[in-house]
């Protein structure tokens, strides 16, 4: 069983910085492969970003891309999501999900285990 607890939300203003923490309760921690993604009010689950079981391969979702880093650090069964220039429709509930199996997927169905999220509201 996984359990995952996001960390770092909070109203930001367009253009600010974002950082993103969440903590995994698993035994090895490097046999999962971890993702982020975020839901808009009446909008569907989206892809952010997603990093592989060692760390050495990371994927963004076109959104994000080119403002996004996504990092893990196997000392602290962590992983983080670092943001840039948030734009409004960066406003969302953003979720961490792990997977079991090796690559990175797109998927909401890819995922095995999900956090409750953390709401980043857009403060005018």
């Known amino acids: 069983q996984v359990q995952l607890v996001e960390s770092g939300g909070g109203s930001v203003q367009a253009g600010d910085s974002l950082r993103l923490s969440c903590a995994a309760s698993?035994?090895?921690?490097?046999?999962?492969?971890m993702g982020w993604f975020r839901q808009a009010p009446g909008k569907e689950r989206e892809f952010v970003a997603g990093?592989?079981?060692?760390?050495?391969?990371?994927y963004f979702g076109d959104s994000v891309k080119g403002r996004s880093t996504i990092s893990r650090d196997h000392t602290k069964n962590t992983v983080y999501l670092q943001m840039s220039s948030v734009i409004p429709e960066g406003a969302a509930v953003y979720y961490c999900?792990?997977?079991?199996?090796?690559?990175?997927?797109?998927?909401?169905?890819?995922?095995?285990?999900w956090g409750q999220g953390t709401h980043i509201p857009l403060s005018s």
């Open positions: 698993v035994r090895t921690f490097s046999s999962y492969t």
């Open positions: 990093i592989n079981r060692s760390g050495g391969i990371t």
């Open positions: 999900a792990a997977r079991k199996y090796v690559g990175i997927t797109t998927t909401v169905e890819g995922y095995n285990w």
